[in-house]
Protein backbone atom coordinates (compact mmCIF):
# COMPACT_ATOMS: atom_id res chain seq x y z
CA UNK A 1 0.00 0.00 0.00
CA UNK A 2 1.63 3.30 -0.65
CA UNK A 3 1.05 6.69 1.36
CA UNK A 4 -1.36 8.67 0.33
CA UNK A 5 -0.64 11.76 -1.41
CA UNK A 6 -1.27 14.03 1.81
CA UNK A 7 0.53 11.98 4.18
CA UNK A 8 3.52 11.91 1.49
CA UNK A 9 3.31 15.61 1.36
CA UNK A 10 3.01 15.90 5.45
CA UNK A 11 6.37 13.31 5.42
CA UNK A 12 8.12 15.65 3.00
CA UNK A 13 7.89 18.87 4.26
CA UNK A 14 8.53 17.59 8.02
CA UNK A 15 11.91 15.41 6.52
CA UNK A 16 13.02 18.47 4.61
CA UNK A 17 13.54 20.11 8.30
CA UNK A 18 16.41 18.60 9.88
CA UNK A 19 16.13 18.33 13.67
CA UNK A 20 18.05 20.71 15.47
CA UNK A 21 19.79 19.43 18.53
CA UNK A 22 17.47 19.30 21.68
CA UNK A 23 14.21 19.91 19.71
CA UNK A 24 11.71 17.16 18.84
CA UNK A 25 12.85 14.09 16.85
CA UNK A 26 11.30 15.24 12.81
CA UNK A 27 11.62 11.64 11.33
CA UNK A 28 10.46 8.44 13.15
CA UNK A 29 10.28 5.22 11.69
CA UNK A 30 8.67 2.43 13.81
CA UNK A 31 8.93 -1.28 12.85
CA UNK A 32 5.74 -3.54 13.54
CA UNK A 33 2.15 -2.07 13.01
CA UNK A 34 0.06 -3.77 15.44
CA UNK A 35 0.03 -2.72 19.39
CA UNK A 36 2.90 -1.51 20.58
CA UNK A 37 4.30 0.15 17.06
CA UNK A 38 0.48 1.63 16.47
CA UNK A 39 0.05 3.14 20.13
CA UNK A 40 3.31 4.75 19.92
CA UNK A 41 2.65 6.15 16.52
CA UNK A 42 -0.98 7.54 17.50
CA UNK A 43 -0.11 8.69 20.48
CA UNK A 44 3.14 10.67 18.70
CA UNK A 45 0.68 12.06 16.18
CA UNK A 46 -1.54 13.32 18.86
CA UNK A 47 1.77 15.08 20.47
CA UNK A 48 3.26 16.02 17.28
CA UNK A 49 0.88 16.96 14.59
CA UNK A 50 4.17 18.24 12.66
CA UNK A 51 6.24 14.75 12.79
CA UNK A 52 6.74 13.11 9.74
CA UNK A 53 6.13 8.93 11.52
CA UNK A 54 6.38 6.11 8.73
CA UNK A 55 4.99 2.74 10.18
CA UNK A 56 6.41 -0.23 8.46
CA UNK A 57 4.67 -3.50 9.01
CA UNK A 58 6.06 -6.71 7.07
CA UNK A 59 2.39 -8.31 6.65
CA UNK A 60 -0.20 -7.28 5.04
CA UNK A 61 -2.58 -5.96 7.93
CA UNK A 62 -2.22 -3.03 10.52
CA UNK A 63 -3.82 -2.66 14.01
CA UNK A 64 -5.67 -6.20 13.85
CA UNK A 65 -6.94 -8.38 16.65
CA UNK A 66 -4.31 -10.92 17.60
CA UNK A 67 -6.22 -11.52 20.56
CA UNK A 68 -9.41 -12.46 18.60
CA UNK A 69 -7.84 -15.01 15.90
CA UNK A 70 -8.92 -17.67 17.82
CA UNK A 71 -12.51 -16.90 18.08
CA UNK A 72 -12.19 -16.03 14.21
CA UNK A 73 -11.17 -19.74 14.28
CA UNK A 74 -13.48 -20.88 15.97
CA UNK A 75 -16.27 -18.93 14.41
CA UNK A 76 -17.81 -16.66 17.17
CA UNK A 77 -15.92 -13.93 15.37
CA UNK A 78 -17.85 -14.60 12.17
CA UNK A 79 -16.66 -11.73 9.92
CA UNK A 80 -12.94 -11.28 9.73
CA UNK A 81 -12.85 -7.63 8.36
CA UNK A 82 -13.81 -7.28 12.11
CA UNK A 83 -10.42 -8.65 13.05
CA UNK A 84 -9.20 -5.57 11.07
CA UNK A 85 -9.46 -2.65 13.71
CA UNK A 86 -7.42 -0.11 11.16
CA UNK A 87 -5.90 0.37 7.53
CA UNK A 88 -3.16 1.92 6.59
CA UNK A 89 -5.87 4.23 4.84
CA UNK A 90 -7.93 5.10 8.08
CA UNK A 91 -4.73 5.94 10.09
CA UNK A 92 -3.42 7.80 7.14
CA UNK A 93 -6.64 9.99 6.87
CA UNK A 94 -6.77 10.15 11.04
CA UNK A 95 -2.98 10.56 12.10
CA UNK A 96 -1.55 11.35 9.04
CA UNK A 97 0.48 8.21 9.35
CA UNK A 98 2.83 6.76 6.65
CA UNK A 99 1.37 3.35 6.79
CA UNK A 100 3.39 0.90 4.73
CA UNK A 101 2.23 -2.46 4.93
CA UNK A 102 4.84 -6.06 3.32
CA UNK A 103 6.75 -3.57 4.08
CA UNK A 104 9.92 -5.18 6.23
CA UNK A 105 12.77 -3.50 8.03
CA UNK A 106 15.69 -5.46 7.44
CA UNK A 107 18.76 -3.72 8.62
CA UNK A 108 19.41 -0.70 10.57
CA UNK A 109 22.41 1.61 10.02
CA UNK A 110 22.93 3.12 13.39
CA UNK A 111 26.07 5.47 12.26
CA UNK A 112 23.86 7.13 9.20
CA UNK A 113 20.39 6.38 11.23
CA UNK A 114 18.94 4.82 8.39
CA UNK A 115 16.69 1.69 8.23
CA UNK A 116 16.64 -0.57 5.09
CA UNK A 117 13.09 -1.36 4.03
CA UNK A 118 12.17 -4.27 1.54
CA UNK A 119 9.03 -3.69 0.08
CA UNK A 120 6.67 -6.46 -1.70
CA UNK A 121 4.49 -5.25 -4.17
CA UNK A 122 0.85 -6.97 -4.98
CA UNK A 123 2.69 -9.19 -7.59
CA UNK A 124 5.72 -10.33 -5.58
CA UNK A 125 8.26 -7.45 -6.89
CA UNK A 126 9.86 -6.07 -4.63
CA UNK A 127 11.93 -2.63 -3.75
CA UNK A 128 14.32 -1.42 -1.23
CA UNK A 129 15.07 1.87 0.18
CA UNK A 130 16.77 3.62 3.30
CA UNK A 131 14.66 5.35 5.73
CA UNK A 132 16.11 8.29 7.60
CA UNK A 133 15.42 8.69 11.22
CA UNK A 134 15.67 11.06 14.22
CA UNK A 135 13.84 8.44 16.81
CA UNK A 136 13.71 5.00 15.70
CA UNK A 137 10.93 2.84 17.57
CA UNK A 138 11.64 -1.57 17.39
CA UNK A 139 7.55 -3.03 18.06
CA UNK A 140 8.29 -6.32 16.12
CA UNK A 141 6.94 -8.25 18.62
CA UNK A 142 7.24 -12.14 19.09
CA UNK A 143 7.68 -15.31 16.75
CA UNK A 144 5.47 -18.07 18.07
CA UNK A 145 8.56 -21.54 18.52
CA UNK A 146 8.35 -24.43 17.32
CA UNK A 147 9.61 -27.52 18.88
CA UNK A 148 12.31 -29.30 16.86
CA UNK A 149 9.91 -32.49 16.47
CA UNK A 150 10.21 -34.55 13.50
CA UNK A 151 7.33 -33.29 11.39
CA UNK A 152 6.56 -30.08 13.00
CA UNK A 153 6.77 -28.49 9.69
CA UNK A 154 3.32 -29.47 9.29
CA UNK A 155 2.32 -27.57 12.56
CA UNK A 156 0.61 -24.42 12.19
CA UNK A 157 0.99 -21.67 14.44
CA UNK A 158 -1.61 -18.49 15.72
CA UNK A 159 0.29 -15.11 15.38
CA UNK A 160 -1.06 -13.28 12.88
CA UNK A 161 -4.50 -12.95 10.38
CA UNK A 162 -2.29 -14.75 8.04
CA UNK A 163 -2.05 -17.94 10.31
CA UNK A 164 -5.94 -17.81 11.46
CA UNK A 165 -6.50 -17.82 7.62
CA UNK A 166 -4.40 -20.77 7.43
CA UNK A 167 -5.73 -22.44 9.98
CA UNK A 168 -9.23 -21.68 8.95
CA UNK A 169 -8.74 -23.29 5.47
CA UNK A 170 -6.96 -26.00 7.78
CA UNK A 171 -10.37 -26.38 9.49
CA UNK A 172 -12.16 -26.75 6.38
CA UNK A 173 -9.72 -28.38 4.08
CA UNK A 174 -7.59 -30.90 6.21
CA UNK A 175 -9.28 -33.66 6.60
CA UNK A 176 -8.97 -37.52 4.76
CA UNK A 177 -10.22 -36.63 1.05
CA UNK A 178 -9.70 -32.67 1.49
CA UNK A 179 -13.29 -32.52 3.23
CA UNK A 180 -13.10 -31.00 6.98
CA UNK A 181 -10.60 -32.07 9.48
CA UNK A 182 -12.13 -33.86 11.82
CA UNK A 183 -9.31 -34.20 14.14
CA UNK A 184 -6.93 -31.70 15.59
CA UNK A 185 -3.59 -31.48 17.98
CA UNK A 186 -3.18 -28.40 19.89
CA UNK A 187 0.72 -28.58 21.79
CA UNK A 188 0.83 -26.22 24.65
CA UNK A 189 -1.58 -25.87 27.00
CA UNK A 190 -0.94 -22.31 27.87
CA UNK A 191 -3.84 -19.80 27.32
CA UNK A 192 -3.69 -19.42 23.58
CA UNK A 193 -3.16 -23.16 23.61
CA UNK A 194 -6.37 -23.27 25.40
CA UNK A 195 -8.37 -21.17 23.42
CA UNK A 196 -7.42 -22.47 20.19
CA UNK A 197 -8.24 -25.68 21.51
CA UNK A 198 -11.86 -24.48 22.93
CA UNK A 199 -12.27 -23.00 19.77
CA UNK A 200 -11.27 -25.78 17.37
CA UNK A 201 -13.62 -27.97 19.50
CA UNK A 202 -16.24 -25.68 19.02
CA UNK A 203 -15.77 -26.00 14.99
CA UNK A 204 -16.04 -29.93 15.85
CA UNK A 205 -13.34 -31.70 15.75
CA UNK A 206 -12.19 -33.93 17.86
CA UNK A 207 -9.36 -32.39 20.11
CA UNK A 208 -6.38 -33.33 21.86
CA UNK A 209 -4.05 -31.29 23.51
CA UNK A 210 -0.95 -31.77 24.92
CA UNK A 211 1.04 -30.09 28.05
CA UNK A 212 4.72 -30.84 28.90
CA UNK A 213 3.94 -29.74 32.05
CA UNK A 214 2.40 -32.02 34.71
CA UNK A 215 -0.95 -29.16 34.28
CA UNK A 216 -2.46 -26.85 31.71
CA UNK A 217 -2.13 -23.52 31.98
CA UNK A 218 0.91 -24.22 33.75
CA UNK A 219 1.13 -20.17 34.80
CA UNK A 220 -1.30 -21.15 37.35
CA UNK A 221 -1.05 -23.28 40.11
CA UNK A 222 -2.19 -26.77 39.84
CA UNK A 223 -5.10 -26.66 42.18
CA UNK A 224 -6.24 -23.57 40.37
CA UNK A 225 -5.85 -24.94 37.07
CA UNK A 226 -7.73 -28.25 37.73
CA UNK A 227 -10.78 -27.10 37.00
CA UNK A 228 -10.33 -25.99 33.85
CA UNK A 229 -8.80 -29.47 32.66
CA UNK A 230 -11.73 -30.92 33.92
CA UNK A 231 -13.82 -28.82 31.81
CA UNK A 232 -12.04 -29.30 29.19
CA UNK A 233 -12.33 -32.80 29.35
CA UNK A 234 -16.36 -32.97 30.55
CA UNK A 235 -16.55 -31.20 27.37
CA UNK A 236 -14.58 -34.13 25.43
CA UNK A 237 -11.47 -32.46 24.60
CA UNK A 238 -8.46 -35.15 25.41
CA UNK A 239 -6.01 -33.31 27.81
CA UNK A 240 -2.88 -35.08 27.82
CA UNK A 241 -0.57 -33.86 30.28
CA UNK A 242 3.29 -34.56 31.68
CA UNK A 243 3.92 -35.66 27.85
CA UNK A 244 4.71 -34.14 24.39
CA UNK A 245 4.69 -35.03 20.81
CA UNK A 246 7.33 -36.90 19.97
CA UNK A 247 6.86 -37.23 16.12
CA UNK A 248 4.15 -35.68 13.86
CA UNK A 249 2.82 -38.38 11.01
CA UNK A 250 0.96 -37.31 8.30
CA UNK A 251 -2.43 -37.78 10.30
CA UNK A 252 -1.09 -38.38 13.75
CA UNK A 253 1.01 -37.65 16.29
CA UNK A 254 2.88 -39.78 18.77
CA UNK A 255 3.34 -38.93 22.02
CA UNK A 256 6.30 -39.18 23.88
CA UNK A 257 4.55 -41.79 26.03
CA UNK A 258 3.83 -44.03 23.16
CA UNK A 259 0.33 -43.40 22.27
CA UNK A 260 -0.56 -42.17 18.67
CA UNK A 261 -3.31 -39.93 18.63
CA UNK A 262 -5.63 -38.32 15.34
CA UNK A 263 -4.49 -35.32 14.10
CA UNK A 264 -5.40 -34.17 10.94
CA UNK A 265 -4.23 -30.69 11.84
CA UNK A 266 -1.42 -29.30 14.20
CA UNK A 267 -1.20 -26.27 15.88
CA UNK A 268 2.23 -25.52 17.72
CA UNK A 269 1.19 -23.22 20.97
CA UNK A 270 4.35 -23.71 22.89
CA UNK A 271 5.36 -20.09 23.59
CA UNK A 272 6.76 -17.54 21.77
CA UNK A 273 10.15 -15.89 21.58
CA UNK A 274 11.18 -11.87 20.76
CA UNK A 275 11.48 -11.76 17.46
CA UNK A 276 14.61 -9.40 17.64
CA UNK A 277 17.11 -10.61 14.50
CA UNK A 278 16.92 -6.81 13.03
CA UNK A 279 17.87 -5.35 16.82
CA UNK A 280 20.41 -8.01 17.39
CA UNK A 281 22.26 -7.57 13.96
CA UNK A 282 22.30 -3.65 14.56
CA UNK A 283 24.66 -4.53 18.04
CA UNK A 284 21.52 -3.30 20.11
CA UNK A 285 21.67 -4.40 23.63
CA UNK A 286 19.51 -7.84 23.88
CA UNK A 287 19.05 -10.51 27.17
CA UNK A 288 20.06 -14.23 27.23
CA UNK A 289 16.47 -14.61 25.79
CA UNK A 290 16.34 -12.19 23.19
CA UNK A 291 14.39 -9.42 24.49
CA UNK A 292 15.36 -6.08 23.75
CA UNK A 293 17.13 -4.63 27.10
CA UNK A 294 15.70 -0.94 27.60
CA UNK A 295 15.35 1.36 29.85
CA UNK A 296 12.62 2.65 32.19
CA UNK A 297 11.26 5.21 29.42
CA UNK A 298 11.84 2.28 26.78
CA UNK A 299 15.11 3.21 25.45
CA UNK A 300 17.60 0.71 24.26
CA UNK A 301 21.33 0.75 24.39
CA UNK A 302 21.27 3.44 21.52
CA UNK A 303 19.86 6.70 22.38
CA UNK A 304 18.11 7.22 18.93
CA UNK A 305 16.46 3.90 19.74
CA UNK A 306 13.04 2.72 21.71
CA UNK A 307 11.59 -0.74 21.90
CA UNK A 308 8.71 -1.77 23.21
CA UNK A 309 6.30 -4.44 23.39
CA UNK A 310 6.73 -8.46 22.83
CA UNK A 311 10.09 -7.91 22.16
CA UNK A 312 11.62 -5.44 24.64
CA UNK A 313 12.67 -6.77 28.15
CA UNK A 314 10.02 -5.89 31.19
CA UNK A 315 10.60 -4.87 34.45
CA UNK A 316 8.59 -7.75 37.04
CA UNK A 317 6.73 -5.91 39.58
CA UNK A 318 6.98 -8.46 42.16
CA UNK A 319 11.21 -8.31 42.23
CA UNK A 320 12.40 -5.78 39.99
CA UNK A 321 14.13 -8.47 37.77
CA UNK A 322 13.98 -8.56 33.93
CA UNK A 323 10.82 -9.77 32.64
CA UNK A 324 9.45 -11.68 29.21
CA UNK A 325 5.60 -10.59 29.92
CA UNK A 326 3.91 -11.07 26.57
CA UNK A 327 0.98 -9.20 26.92
CA UNK A 328 -1.40 -6.94 25.05
CA UNK A 329 -1.87 -4.25 27.69
CA UNK A 330 1.61 -4.39 28.43
CA UNK A 331 2.69 -3.57 24.81
CA UNK A 332 -0.08 -0.99 24.32
CA UNK A 333 1.06 0.75 27.43
CA UNK A 334 4.52 0.93 26.76
CA UNK A 335 4.28 1.91 23.16
CA UNK A 336 2.27 5.18 24.95
CA UNK A 337 5.63 5.82 27.14
CA UNK A 338 7.87 5.31 24.51
CA UNK A 339 5.93 7.95 22.22
CA UNK A 340 6.06 9.89 25.43
CA UNK A 341 9.63 9.83 25.50
CA UNK A 342 10.49 10.83 22.19
CA UNK A 343 8.92 13.54 22.62
CA UNK A 344 10.96 14.46 25.66
CA UNK A 345 8.02 14.31 28.49
CA UNK A 346 8.61 12.71 31.16
CA UNK A 347 8.00 8.87 31.14
CA UNK A 348 8.53 5.50 32.92
CA UNK A 349 7.09 2.40 32.59
CA UNK A 350 5.26 0.85 35.30
CA UNK A 351 7.08 -2.42 35.86
CA UNK A 352 4.48 -5.27 34.57
CA UNK A 353 2.58 -7.67 36.85
CA UNK A 354 1.53 -9.56 34.45
CA UNK A 355 -2.45 -9.91 34.47
CA UNK A 356 -3.99 -12.31 32.89
CA UNK A 357 -7.25 -13.96 32.03
CA UNK A 358 -8.57 -16.67 29.41
CA UNK A 359 -12.00 -18.10 28.89
CA UNK A 360 -12.51 -21.84 28.73
CA UNK A 361 -15.84 -23.26 27.58
CA UNK A 362 -17.81 -21.10 30.30
CA UNK A 363 -14.86 -20.79 32.73
CA UNK A 364 -12.81 -17.77 33.36
CA UNK A 365 -9.02 -18.78 34.65
CA UNK A 366 -7.35 -15.51 35.33
CA UNK A 367 -3.85 -14.85 37.16
CA UNK A 368 -1.78 -11.35 38.03
CA UNK A 369 1.36 -11.28 39.47
CA UNK A 370 3.25 -14.48 40.94
CA UNK A 371 1.83 -18.10 41.64
CA UNK A 372 2.97 -19.77 44.27
CA UNK A 373 5.29 -22.24 42.78
CA UNK A 374 7.10 -19.36 41.40
CA UNK A 375 7.38 -17.37 44.76
CA UNK A 376 8.80 -20.60 46.55
CA UNK A 377 10.80 -21.28 43.64
CA UNK A 378 11.95 -17.92 44.30
CA UNK A 379 12.85 -18.61 47.50
CA UNK A 380 10.06 -16.33 49.34
CA UNK A 381 8.41 -17.58 52.74
CA UNK A 382 4.79 -17.69 51.15
CA UNK A 383 1.80 -17.68 53.12
CA UNK A 384 -1.44 -18.40 50.93
CA UNK A 385 -5.38 -18.54 50.88
CA UNK A 386 -7.89 -20.21 48.95
CA UNK A 387 -11.43 -19.36 49.26
CA UNK A 388 -14.53 -20.32 46.93
CA UNK A 389 -17.00 -17.78 47.39
CA UNK A 390 -20.23 -16.67 45.07
CA UNK A 391 -19.57 -14.45 42.50
CA UNK A 392 -22.70 -12.08 43.94
CA UNK A 393 -24.86 -12.62 47.43
CA UNK A 394 -26.08 -16.05 47.27
CA UNK A 395 -29.61 -15.37 48.26
CA UNK A 396 -30.08 -13.59 45.04
CA UNK A 397 -30.80 -15.97 41.80
CA UNK A 398 -27.98 -17.32 40.14
CA UNK A 399 -25.08 -16.76 42.05
CA UNK A 400 -22.14 -19.16 41.14
CA UNK A 401 -19.18 -19.93 43.41
CA UNK A 402 -15.26 -19.43 42.14
CA UNK A 403 -12.33 -20.06 43.30
CA UNK A 404 -9.79 -17.56 44.86
CA UNK A 405 -6.21 -17.86 45.52
CA UNK A 406 -3.71 -15.01 47.18
CA UNK A 407 0.12 -15.83 47.19
CA UNK A 408 1.57 -13.06 49.95
CA UNK A 409 4.38 -13.03 51.31
CA UNK A 410 5.10 -14.33 55.12
CA UNK A 411 6.45 -11.23 57.53
CA UNK A 412 5.14 -8.87 55.74
CA UNK A 413 1.82 -9.93 53.81
CA UNK A 414 3.00 -8.25 50.43
CA UNK A 415 0.78 -9.23 47.78
CA UNK A 416 2.89 -11.77 45.23
CA UNK A 417 -0.23 -13.07 43.22
CA UNK A 418 -3.62 -14.00 42.98
CA UNK A 419 -5.21 -16.38 40.66
CA UNK A 420 -8.74 -17.36 40.24
CA UNK A 421 -11.12 -20.11 38.06
CA UNK A 422 -15.11 -19.85 38.00
CA UNK A 423 -18.05 -19.26 35.83
CA UNK A 424 -18.46 -15.56 36.53
CA UNK A 425 -16.73 -12.39 38.48
CA UNK A 426 -12.98 -13.94 38.40
CA UNK A 427 -12.38 -10.89 35.96
CA UNK A 428 -13.20 -8.14 38.63
CA UNK A 429 -11.48 -9.92 41.74
CA UNK A 430 -8.33 -10.54 39.59
CA UNK A 431 -8.34 -7.12 38.84
CA UNK A 432 -8.47 -5.33 42.24
CA UNK A 433 -5.83 -7.87 43.47
CA UNK A 434 -3.57 -6.70 40.51
CA UNK A 435 -4.55 -2.62 41.59
CA UNK A 436 -4.02 -3.76 44.86
CA UNK A 437 -0.42 -4.87 44.13
CA UNK A 438 0.42 -1.87 42.05
CA UNK A 439 -0.72 0.63 44.89
CA UNK A 440 1.36 -1.78 47.21
CA UNK A 441 -1.07 -3.00 49.51
CA UNK A 442 -0.79 -5.83 51.86
CA UNK A 443 -2.89 -8.58 51.89
CA UNK A 444 -5.36 -7.67 55.28
CA UNK A 445 -5.96 -4.64 53.64
CA UNK A 446 -7.84 -6.02 50.86
CA UNK A 447 -10.23 -6.47 53.61
CA UNK A 448 -10.33 -2.84 53.94
CA UNK A 449 -11.46 -2.35 50.36
CA UNK A 450 -14.97 -0.49 49.08
CA UNK A 451 -15.96 -2.17 46.66
CA UNK A 452 -19.55 -1.53 44.39
CA UNK A 453 -22.33 -3.97 45.87
CA UNK A 454 -25.87 -4.94 45.34
CA UNK A 455 -27.19 -8.32 45.34
CA UNK A 456 -26.82 -8.86 42.00
CA UNK A 457 -23.41 -7.95 41.61
CA UNK A 458 -20.85 -9.00 44.72
CA UNK A 459 -21.92 -9.73 48.11
CA UNK A 460 -21.71 -7.41 51.35
CA UNK A 461 -18.29 -9.43 52.27
CA UNK A 462 -16.82 -9.24 48.73
CA UNK A 463 -14.61 -12.26 47.62
CA UNK A 464 -11.20 -10.21 47.87
CA UNK A 465 -12.35 -8.72 51.20
CA UNK A 466 -12.74 -12.57 52.28
CA UNK A 467 -9.17 -13.20 50.87
CA UNK A 468 -7.72 -10.39 52.82
CA UNK A 469 -9.91 -11.69 56.41
CA UNK A 470 -8.36 -14.96 55.95
CA UNK A 471 -5.02 -13.80 55.02
CA UNK A 472 -4.86 -11.47 58.24
CA UNK A 473 -5.91 -14.23 60.28
CA UNK A 474 -3.45 -16.68 58.99
CA UNK A 475 -0.51 -14.29 58.75
CA UNK A 476 -1.40 -13.11 62.22
CA UNK A 477 -0.64 -16.15 63.53
CA UNK A 478 -4.38 -16.55 64.68
CA UNK A 479 -5.38 -19.55 62.47
CA UNK A 480 -2.25 -21.47 61.66
CA UNK A 481 -3.30 -23.05 58.06
CA UNK A 482 -1.67 -25.58 55.94
CA UNK A 483 -1.92 -26.36 52.47
CA UNK A 484 -3.40 -29.24 50.36
CA UNK A 485 0.05 -30.34 48.72
CA UNK A 486 1.72 -30.30 52.87
CA UNK A 487 -1.04 -32.37 54.13
CA UNK A 488 0.69 -35.98 53.40
CA UNK A 489 3.99 -34.88 55.31
CA UNK A 490 1.83 -33.63 58.21
CA UNK A 491 0.02 -36.60 58.52
CA UNK A 492 2.90 -38.52 58.05
CA UNK A 493 4.46 -37.33 60.78
CA UNK A 494 1.69 -37.70 62.96
CA UNK A 495 -1.38 -35.35 62.66
CA UNK A 496 -4.83 -36.33 62.95
CA UNK A 497 -7.13 -35.11 60.43
CA UNK A 498 -10.57 -34.13 61.47
CA UNK A 499 -13.41 -33.55 58.84
CA UNK A 500 -15.71 -30.77 60.51
CA UNK A 501 -18.59 -30.61 58.05
CA UNK A 502 -21.87 -32.49 58.33
CA UNK A 503 -21.86 -36.33 57.96
CA UNK A 504 -24.12 -35.93 55.21
CA UNK A 505 -21.36 -33.94 53.12
CA UNK A 506 -18.62 -36.52 54.35
CA UNK A 507 -20.39 -39.31 52.90
CA UNK A 508 -20.45 -37.11 49.60
CA UNK A 509 -16.82 -37.61 49.53
CA UNK A 510 -13.93 -37.20 51.84
CA UNK A 511 -10.30 -37.39 52.40
CA UNK A 512 -9.37 -40.86 53.35
CA UNK A 513 -8.77 -41.47 56.72
CA UNK A 514 -10.86 -38.24 58.36
CA UNK A 515 -12.77 -38.59 61.17
CA UNK A 516 -16.06 -36.81 60.86
CA UNK A 517 -17.38 -34.74 64.22
CA UNK A 518 -18.92 -31.66 63.01
CA UNK A 519 -18.41 -28.35 64.31
CA UNK A 520 -21.35 -28.09 65.77
CA UNK A 521 -20.90 -31.17 68.22
CA UNK A 522 -16.53 -30.53 68.52
CA UNK A 523 -17.28 -28.70 72.07
CA UNK A 524 -19.20 -31.74 73.31
CA UNK A 525 -17.11 -34.56 71.89
CA UNK A 526 -13.21 -32.99 72.58
CA UNK A 527 -12.33 -36.58 74.42
CA UNK A 528 -12.73 -38.31 70.94
CA UNK A 529 -10.02 -36.27 69.03
CA UNK A 530 -6.66 -38.03 68.52
CA UNK A 531 -3.47 -36.86 70.51
CA UNK A 532 -1.40 -34.80 69.31
CA UNK A 533 -1.31 -32.08 66.85
CA UNK A 534 -4.36 -31.88 64.47
CA UNK A 535 -5.54 -31.03 60.62
CA UNK A 536 -9.46 -29.56 60.74
CA UNK A 537 -11.15 -29.72 57.27
CA UNK A 538 -14.75 -28.56 56.01
CA UNK A 539 -15.85 -28.02 52.59
CA UNK A 540 -14.17 -24.46 51.45
CA UNK A 541 -12.37 -23.88 54.84
CA UNK A 542 -14.68 -21.40 56.89
CA UNK A 543 -15.78 -24.36 59.29
CA UNK A 544 -12.70 -25.27 59.38
CA UNK A 545 -11.07 -21.83 60.84
CA UNK A 546 -14.64 -21.75 63.54
CA UNK A 547 -13.36 -25.36 64.73
CA UNK A 548 -9.35 -24.36 64.89
CA UNK A 549 -10.40 -21.71 67.12
CA UNK A 550 -12.36 -23.28 69.04
CA UNK A 551 -9.62 -25.71 69.96
CA UNK A 552 -6.77 -23.74 69.86
CA UNK A 553 -8.13 -22.06 72.94
CA UNK A 554 -8.56 -25.52 74.37
CA UNK A 555 -5.10 -25.97 74.20
CA UNK A 556 -4.46 -28.44 71.04
CA UNK A 557 -1.94 -27.88 68.31
CA UNK A 558 -3.92 -27.45 65.18
CA UNK A 559 -3.91 -26.04 61.21
CA UNK A 560 -6.86 -25.40 59.39
CA UNK A 561 -6.73 -27.02 55.82
CA UNK A 562 -7.06 -23.81 53.49
CA UNK A 563 -9.53 -23.95 50.98
CA UNK A 564 -11.08 -26.93 52.82
CA UNK A 565 -12.03 -30.42 50.85
CA UNK A 566 -12.72 -28.10 47.70
CA UNK A 567 -9.66 -27.26 47.26
CA UNK A 568 -7.80 -30.77 48.22
CA UNK A 569 -10.10 -32.28 46.13
CA UNK A 570 -9.65 -30.30 42.88
CA UNK A 571 -6.30 -32.17 42.48
CA UNK A 572 -6.02 -35.18 44.60
CA UNK A 573 -9.72 -36.32 44.42
CA UNK A 574 -9.37 -39.63 42.40
CA UNK A 575 -8.10 -40.60 45.57
CA UNK A 576 -11.33 -39.22 47.60
CA UNK A 577 -13.70 -41.44 49.18
CA UNK A 578 -17.30 -41.06 48.23
CA UNK A 579 -18.15 -39.18 44.76
CA UNK A 580 -16.74 -36.06 43.56
CA UNK A 581 -18.21 -33.11 45.30
CA UNK A 582 -21.07 -31.00 44.14
CA UNK A 583 -21.32 -27.31 43.78
CA UNK A 584 -19.30 -25.26 46.22
CA UNK A 585 -21.62 -23.54 49.05
CA UNK A 586 -22.42 -19.86 48.50
CA UNK A 587 -20.72 -17.72 50.27
CA UNK A 588 -20.80 -18.07 53.77
CA UNK A 589 -20.93 -21.67 54.34
CA UNK A 590 -18.22 -23.26 55.47
P1 LIG B 1 2.64 -7.67 17.62
O1 LIG B 1 1.27 -7.31 17.98
O2 LIG B 1 2.92 -9.09 17.29
O3 LIG B 1 3.08 -6.79 16.41
C1 LIG B 1 4.38 -6.87 15.87
C2 LIG B 1 4.30 -6.63 14.38
O4 LIG B 1 5.60 -6.35 13.91
C3 LIG B 1 3.85 -7.87 13.61
O5 LIG B 1 2.70 -7.59 12.86
C4 LIG B 1 5.03 -8.19 12.70
O6 LIG B 1 4.64 -8.60 11.40
C5 LIG B 1 5.75 -6.88 12.62
N1 LIG B 1 7.17 -7.01 12.34
C6 LIG B 1 8.07 -7.82 12.95
N2 LIG B 1 9.30 -7.65 12.42
C7 LIG B 1 9.18 -6.72 11.48
C8 LIG B 1 10.11 -6.14 10.58
N3 LIG B 1 11.41 -6.47 10.60
N4 LIG B 1 9.67 -5.23 9.72
C9 LIG B 1 8.36 -4.88 9.70
N5 LIG B 1 7.43 -5.41 10.51
C10 LIG B 1 7.85 -6.31 11.40
N6 LIG B 1 -2.58 -10.68 25.03
C11 LIG B 1 -3.45 -10.34 25.99
O7 LIG B 1 -3.13 -9.48 26.82
N7 LIG B 1 -4.70 -10.90 26.05
C12 LIG B 1 -5.11 -11.83 25.14
O8 LIG B 1 -6.25 -12.31 25.19
C13 LIG B 1 -4.20 -12.22 24.15
N8 LIG B 1 -4.56 -13.17 23.23
C14 LIG B 1 -3.69 -13.47 22.24
C15 LIG B 1 -4.09 -14.41 21.30
C16 LIG B 1 -3.22 -14.74 20.26
C17 LIG B 1 -3.65 -15.77 19.24
C18 LIG B 1 -1.95 -14.11 20.15
C19 LIG B 1 -1.02 -14.45 19.03
C20 LIG B 1 -1.56 -13.19 21.10
C21 LIG B 1 -2.41 -12.86 22.14
N9 LIG B 1 -2.04 -11.94 23.12
C22 LIG B 1 -2.92 -11.60 24.11
C23 LIG B 1 -0.70 -11.33 23.12
C24 LIG B 1 -0.72 -9.99 22.42
O9 LIG B 1 -1.35 -10.11 21.18
C25 LIG B 1 0.71 -9.51 22.24
O10 LIG B 1 1.29 -9.40 23.53
C26 LIG B 1 0.76 -8.15 21.57
O11 LIG B 1 0.18 -8.20 20.31
C27 LIG B 1 2.23 -7.71 21.43
O12 LIG B 1 2.27 -6.52 20.73
P2 LIG B 1 3.55 -6.13 19.88
O13 LIG B 1 3.24 -4.83 19.25
O14 LIG B 1 4.75 -6.28 20.69
O15 LIG B 1 3.65 -7.28 18.77
Not at 355 to 382: K, Y
Not at 386 to 403: E, K, N, T
Not at 477 to 500: K, M, N, S, Y
Amino acid sequence: MSPTASTLSAASTVSAARSVPGAPPRRIVIVGGVAAGMSAATRLRRLDESAAITVVERGEHVSFANCGLPYYVGGVIARREDLLLQTPASLAARFALDVRVRTEATAIDRAARTVRVRTTGPAGATAEEDLPYDALVLAPGARPLLPPIPGMERALTLRDVADADALARAVATAGPDGGAARSAVVLGAGFIGVETAENLHRRGLAVTLVELADHVLPPLDPEMAAPVAARLREAGVEVRTGVTVAELGPREAVLTDGAAVAADLVVAAVGVRPDTALARAAGLEVDERGGIVVGPDQRTSDPAIWAAGDAAVKTGAIDGAPAHIALAQTANRHGRVVADSIMGRRAAAAPAIGTAIVGVLGLQAAMTGWSERRARAAGLDVVCVHVHPADHASYYPGARAMSLKLVAEAGTGRILGAQGVGPSGVDKRIDVISVAIRGGLRAPDLADLETAYAPPFGAAKDPVAMLGLVADNVLSGLTPTLQWHELDAARAAGAGLVDVRTPAEYARGHIPGALNIPVDQLRGRLDALPDGPLIVSCQVGLRGHVAARLLLQHGREVRNLDGGYRTWSAVRGAGAVGPEPGPAPAAGEG
